[in-house]
Each structure stands twice: as C-alpha cells, then as structure tokens.
C-alpha cells in the first residue's frame, strides 16, 4: 500500500507544480471542469491505493451495452 | 500549444498512419487470430475495406469545414445541446481506449518481459512523455512520429525477415476452416480496434495547412489500403511461422521474434519487439491523449487547452489502472465491448453529423 500512495503523491506534486506554471487567469467554467476531474482522480486514486474494484469507467459504459455485446458474441460463437 | 498550428499534406499522412498503423501492427494479430483462425487475413481485408466508408464521411465533412473539427462542425449542426449529448459519450469512449492501450502495453510488459516491475511504473512513465509531447504540440508530433513509424515498420519487417527460414505455407490452409461466422466475428472485432479510430482523427485534421496542389485524400486513401495490406500480411507471416500456435499467442509477432535464430550471433531479438511495441503504443497513446484533450476543450468552450493536458493524462493513468484486475478483464472488453461501444458511442454519432450536414447550406 505503501508504494501506490507514493505514485500518487508524485502524480499529484508533479500536476501541482504544471497547475503554477500553467497560471493564468482561468476562466469560471475552466476552473469548475479542472476541480471535477480532479475530484475524479481523488476517486479513481482511493480504488487504486486500496486496491478495491469500485464503480468505474468500463462498468458505467457496460452497463448499457453489455446485453447486446453478449448477444452478438453468442451469435457469432454459436 | 501555440496559437497557430498546422501541419503539411505529407506530415499529415504519416500521422494518420502511425495513428491507425502505430500499434495495431503490434497488437492486432493475436485476437483475429484467435477468433478467425486462418482467416484472421481475410476479416482484416473485409473491415479494412469497410473502413473506407468512414474515411470517406470524415475527408467529405473535412472537405466541407476545412477549419473546423468534429466537435465543433457537429456543434454547428445539431446544436450545442445535441453536441454536448452526443460528445460526452465520446469523450468518456476515448478515456476507455486510451486506458485500454496503456493497460495492453503494460501488461505485456508485466507478463513477458520486466515481470517484478509493477503495472503503474509503465504507465505512469508512457503517460508522462505523452502528455509533455501532446503540451508540445502537433507539430512536433508530426515530426517525432514521421522517423518513429519508419522505425516500428523497419523492426517489424526485420522480425519476419530473420525467420525466413521457419515459413511453411501449408499452414495456411485450410483458409476457411469453421465456415464463414469466424472470419465476420474477426471482421466485427476489427472495427471497433483499429478502423473506428479513424473517425477520432477527424479531431486532428483541422490541422491540415491547406496545400490545394497536393493530393491529400487520394493519399489519405492509399494509406488506409496500405494498413489493410500490411495488417494482412504480418497475420499471414505469424501464422506460416507459428501455424496452430498462433491461434494462443496474444503477441505472434513477439513469438516469432523469440525463435529468430541465425547462426549464433542473431538470437531471441524479443526484446527488439519489446521497444517496437513501447513506440507504437506511445504514439498511439499521445495522439488519443491529444484527440481527448482537443473534444474536451472544445465541448466546454475551454480556451486554455495546455491546462487539461496533465488532469487528463492523469485520469487515463487511474482509468487503465483502476479498470481491470487481470488480463482477461482486458481481453473481454476489446473484444466483446469494444466494437458496440465504438458503434454506438462514435459511428452512428458521425452517420448523424454527416446526414445532418447533407441537408444543411454551408453558409448556415
């Protein structure tokens, strides 16, 4: 668990550090849409520090499509 | 990024080659392989032939907004709200992929070759040059990628040449061997990875610097046959190397390398292939990096496109590490979801565009 905080901590130090040269005056919208996938991240970072297997990217895109994807397997396997 | 950014016809070329050749001529063989058996050759040449649909509705909306890309032309057509229902699915379908590559090439990596060292060290190292070449710009882009492809070709070809002596074109036959349904699922699996992709570079060829003397698309064509071509033909080479074995190798062409032996001076030359795969996946990598960051800043309106270089690279690092727990995870994903994905979330999208477009006057 240990190595997987220090990534993290990297990651987020060497973002910071691009965040202060990147200073410019952002736009409202700008800073809104960089302060959500930063929480995303904050997300994403919990499930890989703690190594469980929470909600993610491929199950919200399963999830509409997983039934049809199967359909088509079974058609082309059967 | 500066401001004004354009890159010349034969610049162009090369970057949709390496975009669509870069690391499929690594990663394809072993899935078609699998699923088409001797036909895999066959499937490729089918959807690739295919592809030239999508080539051809992307060079026509290109043709008729040069200055404009995907994003910002479908914004003009359907409307913001429309744009912004259609265009998130596809940014979230581009952070799947670009994690899915990542996650293909680090766990070669992890599998294969460097097995003690951990998944995120791969990543995170790939992702970090992607992101500082993407904050770079397209134009060095062009210019990395142009000696980079020759590169990947050269080992790529130097593999199969050094096996000259373990070709046994019986193996080959029977073409057809379960009927016709293997070969279509191979075709069905091939257009989700690599010939949807072709719709993403629709982001990238606002780029273009108009040079109306030169022929783009008759070009932009031939290089889409020549990645049918040469598709088919490294599937054709693995499989007279290999012969049945093939069928459960996710990587042929590492396999063929591993048995390279002339005299005893050129032997198991694998890891040539370990560097072959690092360069396709990296500019493979970058460029979907690149296409992401250019549909989230203009989706939103974002003028600072530099900024969500880094937050963006960041959640493609998390995704591709957070996704999947092993291999086969990966596995069922590229090749049961990801061809529905890339049909629903990017074809039908693009169909609607182009239609909208049809009956649309250019002035509106």
Not at chain 1, 42 to 68: A, C, K, Q, R, V
Not at chain 2, 62 to 78: A, C, G, T, V
């Amino acid at each position: 668990m240990t190595e997987p905080i220090i990534v993290i901590v990297i990651v987020y130090l060497f973002l910071g550090y691009c965040r202060l040269l990147d200073r410019t005056k952002h736009q409202r919208r700008e800073n809104v849409i960089y302060i959500g996938a930063l929480l995303l991240s904050f997300y994403l970072s919990f499930l890989f520090i703690t190594g469980t297997d929470g909600f993610n990217l491929n199950d919200l895109l399963d999830w509409p499509f997983e039934m049809p994807a199967r359909g088509i397997l079974k058609f082309f396997t059967s | 990024m500066r401001k004004v950014e354009a890159v010349g016809n034969w610049q162009m070329i090369i970057l949709f080659q390496a975009f669509i050749t870069g690391s499929s001529i690594l990663n394809i063989q072993g899935p078609l392989i699998g699923i088409a058996q001797n036909g895999a050759w066959i499937s490729i040449l089918i959807i690739n032939a295919f592809s030239f649909f999508i080539l051809a509705l992307i060079l026509r909306l290109h043709e008729r907004y040069p200055d404009e890309s995907y994003i910002q032309y479908s914004k003009k057509l359907l409307g913001k709200p429309l744009a912004l229902i259609l265009g998130v699915p596809l940014l979230l379908l581009l952070f799947h992929f670009n994690a899915n590559i990542t996650y293909g090439m680090g766990q070669f990596f992890t599998t294969s070759m460097m097995k003690e060292t951990p998944l995120y060290v791969f990543h995170f190292l790939i992702l970090m040059v992607a992101g500082l070449t993407v904050r770079s710009g397209v134009e060095v882009m062009a210019r990395m990628f142009n000696g980079l492809l020759f590169f990947v070709l050269f080992i790529i070809l130097l593999i199969f040449l050094l096996n000259i002596t373990h070709y046994h074109p019986k193996f080959l036959f029977p073409v057809v061997p379960n009927g016709w349904k293997p070969i279509l699922h191979g075709a069905y699996v091939g257009f989700g990875f690599p010939y949807m992709d072709i719709m993403y570079f629709a982001m990238i060829l606002p780029f273009l610097k108009r040079e109306k003397d030169k022929p783009f698309k008759r070009w932009m064509y031939a290089g889409l046959l020549f990645n049918g071509l040469i598709l088919a033909f490294t599937i054709v080479a693995s499989l007279m190397i290999l012969g049945p074995i093939a069928m459960s190798e996710k990587f042929p062409i590492y396999q063929a390398a591993r048995i390279i032996e002339i005299g005893e001076i050129i032997q198991r030359v694998e890891s040539v292939f370990g560097m072959a795969l690092i360069i396709g996946s990296y500019m493979k990598i970058t460029m979907m990096l690149f296409i992401i960051n250019e549909v989230m800043t203009q989706l939103f309106n974002l003028s600072d496109k530099r900024a969500f270089v880094f937050p963006n690279a960041l959640l493609v690092f998390l995704f591709s590490l957070t996704m999947y727990e092993n291999e086969v995870e990966l596995g069922e994903s590229g090749s049961i979801m990801e061809t529905i994905l890339a049909f629903f979330l990017a074809f039908v999208p693009l169909v609607i565009v182009t239609i909208r477009s049809l009956f649309t006057n250019k002035s509106s």
